[in-house]
């Protein structure tokens, strides 16, 4: 299974090769954060690509360690199959994993229950056609009878950082379902709140390849104009 290393280049022939290691298998060996000098840097690696990998680290005399010899290991130690009770509890409370369209079905079902307050806006289109929508949170004008200013709140903006739009989601339903708790909040501001902002590559996440990060637009690019 894929393998996690940590690099430390320390010289800007180690930035280079690196840099060359990532363009030639862009899709196998990815970077979790772009390599600079004398910082660590972790990527991720195809298996039959780790051996390879290795030795050319070696021959380039850059420094590494490795950090998950197989994350799907670690991913499923860290989400442990579940026993029979938790299942059947979980079909009770029509638990779910969220992908992008209950995000949106979820978006939908507080607009229906709380219209004053909740508006979804349609700002685009994800490259596939997917509608990318923000909810604007709004109680109206202040109390002077002025526009509030607005705190916008983006996620899901990598593919693979779920946890990112769970937390805009979580926000958004505690504003909305629990207003008059945090009235004080909506009173002095408007909230602009959109919980994936890559539908694309979220939904890819789910379905293809679970360490997407980009869109999924197929015109070239960089590696950086993608991150």
């Known amino acids: 299974m894929d393998s996690a290393q940590s690099v430390f280049p320390n010289t800007e022939n180690h930035i280079a090769d690196l840099r060359d290691l990532r363009d030639a298998e862009p899709e196998n060996i990815k970077f979790w954060s772009f390599p600079n000098l004398n910082r660590t840097s972790d990527i991720i690696i195809a298996p039959d690509l780790v051996a390879d990998v290795k030795d050319y680290l070696r021959d380039n005399k850059i420094d590494f360690k490795v950090l998950i010899s197989d994350i799907q ?40 229950r709380y219209p004053k307050i909740l508006e979804l806006i349609t700002i685009g289109h994800s490259y596939e056609g997917q509608p990318i929508k923000m909810a604007k949170v709004s109680t109206g004008l202040n109390k002077d009878g002025e526009r509030k200013p607005a705190i916008w709140i983006d996620a899901g903006m990598h593919g693979r950082e779920w946890i990112g739009s769970a937390v805009a989601t979580y926000i958004l339903s505690q504003l909305v379902e629990r207003n008059s708790t945090y009235s004080k909040l909506l009173d002095n501001s408007d909230w602009m709140i959109l919980p994936v902002v890559n539908p694309d590559g979220y939904e890819y996440s789910h379905i293809g390849d679970r360490f997407w990060r980009k869109t999924r637009s197929n015109h070239v690019e960089s590696q950086e104009d993608s991150r």
């Open 73 to 112: 290991k670690a991913i499923s130690y860290q989400n442990p199959k579940m026993s029979k009770e938790q299942r059947e509890d979980l079909v009770t409370t029509q638990g779910h994993s969220m992908t992008w369209k209950r995000y949106h079905r979820y978006g939908e079902y507080l607009a229906f």
